[in-house]
């Protein structure tokens, strides 16, 4: 173990607060640095409904959780402590107060606790979301191409989605709903080959354990095999505010490159700051974050170690 640790009983060097890719990541490489790090998991992933991921390169299609537990083991290889539970709050000299457990004391923090989205209210969308109700065209387009796809208009970003989508299918149709298109918007759609659907969504048909059509209010039944939707995305960063982050223009909490904070000593990284990260993305940004960390640990430790030579008159 490296000096820090063992001047510090009881004192992890970094407490990771997060156990998705991105804390997961972090904590691997920081472990492999011989640095005393703690992961605390809630076990709640955010793509814990979906059977599968892709686009992770020698991972493409794995179910999600498969992935969270071969991280897991591979991170107490190194020493990682993994505690299960939920952090209340993070005092002031990072202690990281957990419900109903222990404090732990901790020199970093690294916050990943990921987003959680909120889903429009129409019946079945809960029910099928992560099945065939769906967000991420990058994520799930292969998947359902060339199929009759539905795009709900619920959100802002509806209307690109749909767009985005008709690269997967040439039948893609766009379900007005809450969301009519502005004239501008109306035309790219129309331009790309989409039909649009006025009226509003009663709800989801869904025929045994599939999805059959899109029941609108008139009584009408559209026919699709899978839809997409834009939910919001609303990230999971009140232990990051409660610490003082500060927030960018868009309303989530600010961090430079590798994911250092405007407060110091605190990191974070994947989608509790980045709501675009896949499972990927996350996963390099908890690297990146992991590097920063370990040499912010390093200056300081190379400059308590300079402050002890030269107390004990090393310097000359």
Known sequence: MNEATNDRNGTYDVVVVGAGAAGLNAALLLGRARRRVAVIDAGEPRNAPAAHMQGFLSRDGLPPATLLELGRAEVQRYGVGLIRGRVERIDPGFEVRMVGGPVLAARRILVATGLRDELPGIPGVRERWGKDVLHCPYCHGFEVRDQPLAVLGTGPGAVHQALLLRDWSDDVV????????????????????????????????????????????????????????????????????????????????????????????????????????????????????????????????????VARHRAAGGAR
């Open 174 to 305: 766009f379900f007005q709903h809450t969301l009519e298109p502005a004239a501008e918007d109306r035309e790219r759609l129309e331009a790309r080959g989409l039909r649009i659907v006025e009226g509003r969504i009663e709800h989801l048909a869904v025929d045994g354990d599939r999805l059959r059509g899109v029941a609108l209010a008139d009584g009408r039944v559209v026919l699709r095999a899978a839809a997409f939707l834009f939910p919001r995305m609303v990230p999971h960063d009140g232990l990051l505010t409660g610490l003082g982050c500060e927030k960018d223009a868009n309303g989530w909490v600010a961090s430079d490159r590798t994911g250092r904070t405007s407060v110091a000593g605190v990191w974070a990284a994947g989608n509790v700051v980045d709501p675009r990260a896949q499972v990927v993305t996350a996963a390099g940004m908890g690297s990146a974050a992991a590097f920063a960390l370990n040499n912010d640990l390093l200056d300081e430790d190379v400059a308590g170690a």
